[in-house]
């Protein structure tokens, strides 16, 4: 069954996509976000997903279900930088008068094409800066954002395509996605690997300072880390020839891959909202938070220019892990 029908959350608009192995339910009215992905084989939920109840919640903070996208992600001090001559000046809206998690928040996306064929489904929508009075006084750049979300077999990929369509300045960039996968409230089944080097170190604002630290007991996520008795709220540092790959494993063999743009994407953070009990969020940037003010070289934070007239693509994929029958 590789089609896509519609549906409905909160009297919003959803676009499910069908195959053999999952349910993908996007939610383009509300800031684009993967709200489900049911694991049809598994009987599960794979995402947090939003209750109707929650709509209030949501609609205060919405990264806190399914796939949301950071437009930048993490924290910025004040809320302010530099960068290229120009001054930025970003809401504070968490704890020490920062900011947290970017300019995209419940914006309405359209959608602009549908495909089905015999490998797969797809849906892709758009959304343009200039359309949000508020995002352009704080990154006054007209952007254009084209997502698409295809699903094949077990598979879902997401390519995201950024335009700046403006012609007076080069901007700074960085996104992340602030994925929730459920642990069931089992964290002693589950353990995760993740290819990194070492962690940043963040002051009590839970700002990087610049210094990176050895991972220490954090080495172990190099091989499978078991869950149970984790508390995370983590920012890792790839490196250098490390795959932009997360591996959550259940132990009967079930689990998932998350791969992010190897070109892109240079950081995990991630975080289980307390004790791990019932999520894992596992994070993929490209840029460290407060990368413009954490320092000034690139391959640092992984802050990105786009100029006038440029574009940029960016990939991620969930594949979902089968037990060997």
Known sequence: MKQVTKGQWCGYDTYILHSRDLEVTLLPRLGNNVISLWDRKERREVLR???????????Q?????????????GRISKGQFEFDGAHYQFDRNTAGDNHIHGLHRTQSWCVSDIEEDEEGCAVTTE???????????????????????????????Q?????HLGSERNIPFGIGYHTWFMVDGQPKRWSLKLPVESIYELNDQLLPTGKVLPLGSLEALNEGMNLQGTNFDTALRIGEKRPVEALLLRDDGYGLRYLADESYFRHWVIYTKGPADQFLCAEPYTWLPDAPNVSSDPSFT???????????ELTTSIEMIYPEN
């Open 49 to 59: 997903r939003p209750e109707e109840a929650d709509l209030d919640f949501y609609m």
């Open 61 to 73: 903070k919405p990264y806190h279900f399914g796939i949301p996208l950071l437009i930048p992600p």
């Open 127 to 157: 959304f343009k800066t200039a359309n949000d009075a508020h995002w352009m006084e704080q990154l006054p750049a007209p952007l254009k954002f084209e997502m698409t979300f295809r699903l094949q077999d077990a598979s879902l990929k």
């Open 159 to 163: 390519t995201l395509k950024v335009t």
């Open 302 to 312: 992984g802050l990105l220019t786009i100029a006038p007239g440029q574009s940029l």
